[in-house]
């Protein structure tokens, strides 16, 4: 990605030898600008959107966590919820083993 913008920032005409042949400074600026523009563009479809779309679906997963689901937590560990009190809930990770994790640190809920 990064040879990419230093390949288009080297073609552009500001960073070029100059003002080609029968172009004025002014315009070789705008030509500049359109390609930044293009570049920012480009990056939020490529990496912003979709991060953002993947947060919006792990927190509509979060909220639809109920009693009984079966969840992976960030730290790895598999359990069933058991408790679920505002923002933490109690894991049952093994028979009489219960432990309380915040609903942030809920990774994937299992099929």
């Known amino acids: 990605m990064l040879k990419l913008l230093l390949f288009v920032l080297a073609s552009t005409p500001m960073f070029a030898m100059g003002p080609a042949q029968g172009q004025d400074a002014g315009s070789s600026m ?3 600008f359109v390609m930044f523009g293009a570049i920012i563009l480009i990056m939020y479809f490529l990496m912003i959107r979709p991060q953002q779309k993947r947060q919006k679906e792990h ?3 979060l909220n639809s966590l109920k009693k009984g689901d079966k969840i992976v937590t960030s730290a ?3 359990g069933t919820i058991k ?3 505002g923002n933490v809930m109690t894991i049952q990770i093994a028979e009489n083993v ?3 994790f915040e609903k942030s640190a809920i990774v994937s809920k299992e099929a």
């Open 83 to 85: 408790e679920i009190d």
């Open 59 to 61: 927190q509509n997963m």
């Open 76 to 78: 790895g560990i598999h």
């Open 98 to 100: 219960a432990i309380k």
């Open 30 to 32: 705008i030509s500049t």
